[in-house]
């Protein structure tokens, strides 16, 4: 029996996309500029050897994550049709797959944490109290646990719906409780394990958040409908996907840890941070939140709206990450020294690994357009073994540069694997998904690096401070940063494409530019 199922007004594709990047942009501020924060504070509280192993303990759950690789791109790719015809039957079949696929992943998830959790203590025990080393293990990973048992089905339905602002919404208030919470227990110099465990509490009330407006939204919903679980076929090929970026995101974390010290590892993790939360910030407006626009404009076979959509998405983007990166390029030095003033002891202040983090972290972000419609339309299988090669480089030349370069020579390598990657999906995109010429996305990309340039430049002369003293000076030095990279990315983007620049305006403005 197939019916249509009865829920709220649809949104419209622009409205919704809308929607979805400012209330996604909302939360990754917040958890952005949290997120700064609290390891600040734990670092300050408990020393660089525990903020180091936190780091391990977060970088080892990445490799955890493999038990469901590749099911939520699939799982968003398969409710696609089903929502769009509102086939109620269908949609079960699909949501009941997805949701045995989450339960089995939390079965394995637990049992990968167990096994890990008793193997840690021998390899750090000289480092931090083996009961310690298994308790964060435990408390930590109970977080993914939770959200493959609880949690995912319900985001995967929102997002392929184009409702992921009401994901938005309830993980921003979830982590504004989570923070305080964590806040005052740092500041009473609680357990660390009782600070860390506070994120899976919070995993059951967003999950309640979600579950509450799936019920009122999708009356629909029938848990006995038999699922189909060849609906997900394409998990696979995602999860060749998810492996490469596991390695490619993770390599030096990982070979820091086994080669290295937990200090080193805490070092690394300080820029990291600034640059991860730039790219979770960046993505999850810029991709996750147009994601299902994208595609249901591709299955729908408009092509013209899809060339139309993107030539601005793209422009648009760029715009965001010339600031973005213009700013960070010049303060990233100025944040080490202050966020790390206490530790005078330690090389936290280097220009090389700042300007290594630089070069990886635009080349990661320049990409986020062409992999956004490489996504949308579902090519997962037809570029897997691009991926693949990528995280080959990656830890090839990792490898090799490690022991002469340490940590510099890791982070070479994921440069090295990044500029190839990053140049294949311009290339791929455009040729197999949108069908144009990518001359126009590579002399964007080049203006964008040449305009950071420029304010770095400008930077260096006009101010020239690296060094700081405290907040009061840092956000002080960062809004003069901020006026000159606005000043030159508006007046370039403005002269190189006129028409492109006052298109962004009007979305921004809510009215029609005279042309």
Same mark, same amino acid.
């Not at 109620?88 to 997805?98: E, F, G, H, K, M």
């Not at 493959?148 to 985001?155: A, E, L, R």
């Not at 492996?243 to 490619?248: E, K």
């Not at 298109?503 to 042309?515: E, G, T």
């Given at each position: 029996?197939?019916?249509?199922?009865?829920?709220?007004?649809?949104?419209?594709?622009?409205?919704?996309s809308?929607?979805?990047m400012?209330?996604?942009?909302?939360?990754?501020?917040?958890?952005?500029?949290?997120?700064?924060?609290?390891?600040s504070?734990?670092?300050?509280?408990?020393?660089?050897?525990l903020?180091?192993?936190?780091?391990?303990?977060?970088?080892?759950?990445?490799?955890?994550?493999?038990?469901?690789?590749?099911?939520?791109?699939?799982?968003?790719?398969?409710?696609?049709?089903?929502?769009?015809?509102k086939?109620?039957?269908?949609?079960?079949?699909?949501?009941?797959?997805?949701?045995?696929?989450?339960t089995?992943?939390?079965?394995?998830?637990?049992?990968?944490?167990?096994i890990?959790?008793?193997?840690?203590?021998?390899?750090?025990s000289?480092?931090?109290?083996?009961?310690?080393?298994?308790?964060?293990?435990?408390?930590?990973?109970?977080?993914?646990?939770?959200?493959?048992?609880?949690?995912?089905?319900?985001?995967?339905?929102?997002q392929?719906?184009?409702?992921?602002?009401?994901?938005?919404?309830a993980?921003?208030?979830?982590?504004?409780?989570?923070?305080g919470?964590?806040?005052?227990?740092?500041?009473?110099?609680?357990?660390i394990?009782?600070?860390?465990a506070?994120?899976a509490?919070?995993?059951i009330?967003?999950m309640?958040?979600?579950?509450?407006?799936?019920?009122?939204n999708?009356?629909?919903l029938?848990?006995?409908?038999?699922?189909?679980?060849?609906?997900?076929?394409k998990?696979?090929s995602?999860?060749?996907?998810q492996?490469? @970026?596991?390695?490619?995101y993770? *390599?030096? /974390?990982?070979?820091?840890?086994?080669?290295?010290? #937990?200090?080193? &590892? $805490?070092? !690394?993790?300080?820029?990291?941070?600034?640059?991860?939360?730039?790219?979770?910030?960046?993505?999850?407006?810029?991709?996750?939140?147009?994601?299902?626009?994208?595609?249901?404009?591709?299955s729908?076979?408009?092509?013209?709206?899809?060339?139309?959509n993107?030539?601005?998405?793209?422009? @648009?983007?760029?715009?965001?990450? *010339?600031? /973005?990166?213009?700013?960070?390029?010049?303060?990233? #030095?100025?944040? &080490? $020294?202050? !966020?790390?003033?206490?530790?005078?002891?330690?090389?936290?202040?280097?220009?090389?690994?700042?300007?290594?983090?630089m070069?990886?972290?635009?080349?990661?972000?320049?990409?986020?357009?062409c992999?956004t419609?490489?996504?949308a339309?579902?090519?997962?299988?037809?570029?897997?073994?691009?991926?693949?090669?990528?995280?080959?480089?990656?830890?090839?030349?990792?490898?090799?540069?490690?022991?002469?370069?340490?940590m510099?020579?890791?982070l070479?390598?994921?440069i090295?694997?990044?500029?190839?990657?990053?140049?294949?999906?311009?290339?791929?995109?455009?040729?197999?998904?949108?069908?144009?010429?990518?001359?126009?996305?590579?002399?964007?990309?080049?203006?964008?690096?040449?305009?950071i340039?420029?304010?770095?430049?400008?930077?260096?002369?006009?101010?020239?401070?690296y060094?700081?003293?405290?907040?009061?000076?840092w956000?002080?030095?960062?809004?003069?940063?901020?006026?000159?990279?606005?000043?030159?990315?508006?007046?370039?983007?403005?002269?190189?494409?006129?028409k492109q620049?006052?298109?962004?305006?009007?979305?921004?403005?809510?009215?029609?530019?005279?042309?």
């Open positions: 029996q197939r019916r249509d199922y009865n829920m709220s007004k649809p949104l419209s594709k622009k409205k919704a809308m929607l979805n400012a209330l996604m942009g909302a939360y990754q501020i917040v958890t952005a500029l949290f997120g700064f924060v609290l390891p504070m734990i670092l300050n509280t408990y020393g660089a050897s903020h180091g192993y936190t780091t391990t303990v977060s970088n080892i759950m990445s490799y955890v994550a493999l038990v469901n690789a590749g099911l939520a791109p699939a799982a968003v790719q398969a409710l696609y049709t089903p929502l769009a015809k086939d109620t039957y269908r949609l079960n079949q699909v949501l009941n797959a997805i949701d045995h696929f989450y089995v992943s939390g079965c394995l998830y637990t049992i990968a944490i167990a890990i959790a008793s193997v840690l203590p021998f390899v750090l000289n480092q931090l109290p083996p009961i310690l080393i298994v308790l964060l293990m435990i408390v930590i990973g109970a977080s993914s646990t939770l959200e493959c048992f609880i949690y995912s089905k319900y985001k995967v339905l929102l392929a719906d184009q409702r992921l602002f009401v994901v938005s919404v993980d921003t208030i979830m982590y504004f409780v989570r923070v919470l964590q806040v005052i227990l740092i500041w009473a110099k609680a357990s394990v009782i600070v860390m506070i994120p509490v919070m995993v009330f967003r309640m958040i979600l579950s509450i407006y799936c019920r009122n999708y009356p629909g029938d848990k006995k409908v038999v699922r189909d679980n060849s609906a997900l076929s998990r696979w995602a999860m060749a996907h492996l490469a @970026g596991l390695v490619v993770n *390599t030096d /974390v990982t070979l820091l840890t086994l080669f290295g010290s #937990l200090v080193q &590892v $805490s070092i !690394y993790s300080v820029y990291n941070l600034v640059f991860q939360k730039l790219y979770e910030l960046l993505t999850n407006i810029f991709s996750s939140g147009t994601l299902a626009s994208f595609g249901q404009l591709m729908e076979n408009k092509r013209e709206s899809l060339l139309r993107y030539d601005l998405y793209e422009y @648009g983007y760029y715009i965001i990450i *010339t600031f /973005v990166y213009g700013v960070s390029a010049s303060m990233i #030095l100025p944040f &080490v $020294s202050v !966020y790390t003033k206490k530790y005078t002891d330690i090389p936290y202040v280097d220009v090389k690994l700042a300007v290594l983090f070069l990886i972290g635009f080349a990661n972000n320049i990409r986020i357009p992999l419609m490489i996504n339309a579902g090519h997962f299988k037809e570029t897997q073994w691009r991926a693949i090669l990528e995280a080959v480089i990656n830890i090839t030349v990792s490898l090799l540069l490690i022991k002469p370069l340490g510099y020579g890791l070479i390598g994921t090295c694997s990044f500029a190839y990657r990053t140049t294949d999906i311009i290339y791929y995109s455009h040729k197999h998904i949108l069908n144009i010429s990518c001359k126009k996305s590579v002399l964007r990309v080049l203006r964008v690096a040449l305009v340039a420029i304010n770095v430049i400008l930077y260096k002369l006009l101010v020239g401070k060094i700081m003293n405290g907040w009061g000076e956000i002080m030095y960062a809004v003069i940063a901020s006026i000159i990279v606005l000043v030159t990315t508006g007046l370039i983007y403005f002269i190189t494409e006129k620049f006052l298109a962004c305006m009007n979305l921004i403005i809510k009215r029609k530019v005279k042309r």
